[in-house]
């Protein structure tokens, strides 16, 4: 049974670029929510997907957008890239919506910006 | 809104000395609660979670926390350290109805000295 699984692992970019990440859920899942985890802090909610829509978001500008596709693997997309979304970008999965069911955390990806 | 405090930046035990890591949340209903651990380059990995019932509950890797509602706290205990435990520890919190995200504490650093 896969886990959550993220790609790329590593990745830089320079300032005012455009990236994109990539998350499958783990086997049963429906529900993905991504976090970002800036170095010494613990993972802050960016936005949660679930039926290909986003059922929530976080303290996080519109810079940050998402997608969720039918076979409910998701993507996060970062417009504009600034010195400061340097950071660990991990991808939970989940079984449903609307209360907390444990999640379970993929690797992330580590976004380098220069 | 939730909120968790993890009062304690770093921790440092001798190996097979006891520990506990302290967790203080901010909620107004009853929350789910829960300890993920992280090791240096990885993903998140849950360690136990409370929703309801016993307030004394068990958790992987011989670790047990304690729900105390009097003091808001969710303490994580381990009688004995093993130098793999060696790692970063977060507390979280989720609401009990509604929104599903996870609040996350700044965590505590554990390292395990022979």
């Known amino acids: 049974d896969a886990g959550v699984t993220q790609s790329p692992t590593h990745l830089i970019k320079t300032r005012g670029q455009q990236v994109t990440l990539r998350c499958s859920p783990k086997s049963g899942h429906d529900t993905v929510s991504w976090y970002q985890q800036a170095l010494g802090q613990g993972p802050q909610f960016i936005f949660q997907?679930?039926?290909?829509?986003?059922?929530q978001r976080g303290n996080f500008p519109d810079r940050f957008s998402g997608h969720q596709f039918p076979n409910y693997s998701s993507e996060l997309n970062v417009n504009a890239l600034l010195l400061g979304d340097s950071a660990l970008y991990l991808c939970a999965s989940s079984f449903g919506t609307g209360r907390t069911y444990e999640q379970y955390f993929g690797p992330g990806t580590r976004l380098t910006v220069t | 809104a939730q909120s968790v405090t993890q009062p304690d930046i770093h921790i440092t035990v001798s190996e097979g000395a006891s520990l506990e890591l302290r967790c203080n949340y901010s909620y107004g209903a009853t929350p789910y609660l829960f300890w993920y651990v992280q090791s240096p380059g990885q993903g998140l990995q849950l360690l136990l979670k409370y929703f309801s019932g016993d307030t004394l509950v068990q958790g992987i890797k011989g670790f047990e926390a304690e729900f105390k509602r009097s003091q808001s706290s969710f303490n994580l205990r381990k009688p004995s350290v093993h130098w793999s435990d060696a790692a970063e520890y977060f507390c979280a919190v989720g609401a009990s109805t509604g929104a599903n995200n996870l609040f996350f504490g700044t965590g505590t650093r554990l390292t395990v000295i022979p």
């Open positions: 997907y679930y039926e290909e829509e986003e059922r």
